[in-house]
């Protein structure tokens, strides 16, 4: 009988970390630096703006270019809020 635990995508997150893996999937991170909003994707910024929606935008059909490539992607969104202004 096939062991089915495995196939859960929980069961499968806690192989990963039990095993030190980190499931293969593209990160791109939207941050502001100094007032100007930009995507990261693997240590190389593009979409540069200073609005904060179009650098979204830019991060989410990037994705979708790279899902349908067929990796899976998370959109992080960094330096949205600062605390003591």
Not at 43 to 69: H, L, M, P, S, Y
């Amino acid at each position: 009988m096939q062991d089915i635990s495995l196939e859960l995508p929980a069961a499968r997150a806690l192989q990963y970390l039990m095993i030190g893996k980190q499931p293969d999937r593209a990160i791109l991170t939207v941050s502001n630096v100094e007032g100007v909003w930009a995507v990261e994707l693997d240590g190389a910024r593009f979409g540069e703006t200073r609005d904060k929606d179009v650098a979204r935008a830019t991060a989410n059909k990037r994705a979708r270019e790279i899902q349908d490539g067929g990796r899976a992607c998370e959109i992080r969104i960094a330096g949205e809020f600062v605390l003591g202004r």
